[in-house]
């Protein structure tokens, strides 16, 4: 996290000396987007290694935080580019987001284990987590059995449906609202309107998906995310716009929080680094997607039409996928604590 720090600081620095629309491209979107995956990517599978039980509540808490912060930056950027000007307001940004970023980090820790504590929900007889870095062999052993399960690949494949689908309204929907002749402000408000709600689905789908059913509450989520988006062929003045914002809200915000209970659902306590990797490779890819595709419909056809109707069936499609993924009752790999004899057996099968 120290290198993604590192690179969201020259990233930002270099955006507010851009010149030519390629820097622009190069800092802001090559540079600051490693540096976003640097730093978020271990972040879940680091908090995860914190809850032996009650996951939920722990993811939900970080990915509520995930909607305070855009919620909080776009009002606090609009007023400092109206004060100091982008420039000045993207090194602004850059200093004073590392030094939080930087006190940070030097509190956080990987594990319990490193201040001598125990995981949260953690029982008398649960096995002691461990004080070093696993096994580098065993999690090689662990990472081929998850590759080996559909879900492995599901997943990723749900994430990126599901951020194509969300991604076309984060971009899109303030030219949209100007097109239907909302003022830039009020129309730039709906992505603040958004976050804010966001928040608390954040904040209560990973609570509900580790109690309820995560396949039944990540559906529900990508419905509300896909059919919310029909509203706009109607909607024409700021009214409905903040109405579709707070109801789309409710779906984005629910859109990724089941993904850390069905890693620990389906492959229990075993390092899950690869799996989430793997699952944000296709929500980056989903990103990109759902951001460039809206410009090049508008391009061709001079509105927003058709990049809506991809915004809706990726949705539905990740809300389909969702409904195929395997059952949650038991794990889909063999227990990450289980002796090493056994593991070895159950490797050779695989292979087999």
């Known amino acids: 996290m120290m290198l993604g720090t590192a690179m969201f600081f020259v990233g930002m620095i270099l955006t507010g000396m851009v010149t030519e629309i390629w820097h622009l491209y190069l800092t802001f979107g090559v540079l600051l987007g490693v540096a976003q995956a640097v730093f978020l990517v271990p972040l879940i599978p680091a908090a995860m290694m914190w809850f032996r039980r009650n996951l939920g509540l722990g993811m939900g808490v970080l990915m509520g935080a995930w909607g305070v912060g855009p919620a909080l930056a776009a009002p606090l950027m609009g007023y400092l580019i109206g004060r100091f000007g982008w420039h000045d307001t993207f090194w602004i940004t850059a200093f004073g987001s590392v030094a939080i970023m930087f006190a940070m980090i030097v509190m956080f820790r990987d594990r319990p284990s490193d201040r001598d504590d125990l995981p949260y929900g953690a029982l008398p007889g649960d096995p002691p987590q461990q004080k070093v870095n696993a096994d580098p062999e065993k999690v090689k052993l662990f990472t081929r059995f998850m590759r080996n399960t559909a879900a492995y ?11 194509v689908g969300h991604a076309v309204i984060l971009v899109y929907i303030i030219p949209i609202a100007v097109h239907e002749g909302v003022s830039l402000i009020l129309a730039a408000s709906l992505l ?5 709600v966001s928040v ?7 609570v509900m998906a580790e109690r309820m059913g995560t396949r039944s509450v990540m559906t529900v989520a990508y419905l509300i995310q896909g059919l919310t988006v029909i509203m706009l062929f109607w909607t024409h003045d700021a009214t409905m716009f903040y109405l579709f914002a707070i109801v789309f809200g409710i779906g984005y915000g629910g859109e990724s929080g089941g ?4 890693n620990r659902k389906y492959y229990g306590l075993a390092p899950v680094g690869a799996a989430h990797g793997f699952q944000m490779l296709g929500a980056g890819l ?8 809206g410009g090049v419909v508008f391009d061709i056809t001079g509105g927003y039409g058709i990049a809506l109707w991809i915004s809706i069936v990726t949705s539905l499609a990740g809300a389909v996928s969702i409904m ?3 059952p949650t009752h038991e794990p889909l790999i063999p227990d990450w604590e289980a002796p090493t004899p056994l593991l070895d057996a159950q490797a050779e099968s695989v292979a087999r």
């Not at 608390?200 to 789908?205: D, K, M, N, S």
């Not at 993904?259 to 069905?262: E, M």
């Not at 989903?286 to 595709?293: D, Q, T």
Request: contains cysteine; neutral net charge; glycine residues 14%.
């Open 324 to 326: 195929m993924l395997e």
């Open 192 to 196: 603040t309107v958004m976050s804010g």
């Open 200 to 206: 608390t689905t954040r904040l209560i789908v990973p």
């Open 259 to 262: 993904f850390p209970i069905l």
């Open 286 to 293: 989903g990103m990109a997607v759902g951001g460039w595709v």
């Open 153 to 163: 690949w599901n997943m990723s494949s749900i994430h990126f449906l599901g951020c």
